[in-house]
């Protein structure tokens, strides 16, 4: 199934499931980290599913904080946050840091910009569409940045591109590594059983998602796996997702828990309609 085939329901924000969404006990595979799981299971159980906790990433310490709590601290001219994990770890280094007048907040996307607002921080640079440094970037404040001090907050490892892009535009671009992304300690072949029996739709937020799934559960479950339906957070993650194998993809209309869900329920839908016609019953 292609992405774009898949009709967007929810608005963003949205704390409900769409109206026409009944998962009808289908078990959903919630592969976020387990602090960030919770929204989009309440979600799916609004909406008749059943959320199956299963966390890919593990959200650990920075290798050096005071490193990254010094450079928090320090004055900046602007400070982007790259994801909602990079706000509320920042704000556990440093809590008073990012408060300054004279430093401009910015915001890759809804996700650590409604952190940001939960935080009492008002970023100024928000994209009003996508969600992703190339989005940021395409801000106009953004294209004459020369000689301005830029500070961009993330995990360690993160895309090179906004600190790249930054820096050619005229920019002092610094990095501040506040968390570390790590392979849980999961055994998903005890778990395997029962999603046999019981997962209809699997969900991925990121890149790294997908291949710590597929690192967690064992080689010879992964063709099983792979035929399952899957939910994703953007464009890029299901160009990573048909790469490793995925076939049937759903793009969520919007980078949110709503979103997600708008994605589920299309999959789930078109797997209900599927079954519908293979045993002979024309669907409504």
Not at 2 to 11: I, K, L, N
Not at 169 to 183: D, F, I, M, Q, S
């Amino acid at each position: 199934m292609s992405e774009r085939a898949v009709p967007a329901h929810g608005r963003p924000g949205d704390p409900s499931p769409p109206p026409d969404c009944d998962l009808g006990g289908c078990g959903v595979l919630v592969t976020r980290p387990a602090a960030q799981a919770e929204g989009l299971c309440r979600l799916v159980a609004a909406a008749g599913g059943e959320p199956v906790r299963f966390p890919t990433v593990e959200i650990q310490p920075p290798a050096d904080p005071d490193a990254a709590a010094a450079l928090l601290a320090a004055r900046w001219d602007l400070m982007v946050f790259i994801s909602r994990n990079a706000v509320e770890q920042a704000l556990r280094l440093a809590p008073a840091a990012h408060r300054g007048e004279h430093i401009q907040l910015a915001a890759v996307g809804r996700a650590p910009a409604k952190a940001m607002q939960a935080a009492g921080l008002a970023p100024s640079l928000v994209p009003a569409a996508g969600f992703d440094s190339e989005a940021l970037l395409a801000l106009p404040a953004l294209q004459q940045v020369t000689g301005r001090r830029v500070l961009i907050v993330r995990g360690e490892g993160g895309r090179a591109l906004l600190g790249k892009t930054l820096g050619e535009r005229g920019a002092e671009v610094h990095y501040a590594e506040v968390y570390r992304r790590g392979l849980p300690a999961a055994d998903a072949g005890v778990a395997l059983a029962q999603w046999r029996r019981t997962l209809g739709v699997v969900t991925a937020t990121s890149d790294e998602v997908l291949h710590n799934l597929l690192a967690l559960v064992p080689a010879a479950a992964h063709a099983w796996l792979k035929g399952l339906p899957l939910a994703v957070l953007s464009a890029r993650n299901a160009d990573t997702a048909r790469g490793l194998g995925f076939t049937r993809l759903a793009v969520a209309p919007q980078p949110d828990d709503a979103g997600m869900l708008a994605a589920v329920c299309a999959l789930a839908a078109q797997a209900s309609a599927t079954g519908r016609e293979a045993g002979g019953v024309e669907p409504p």
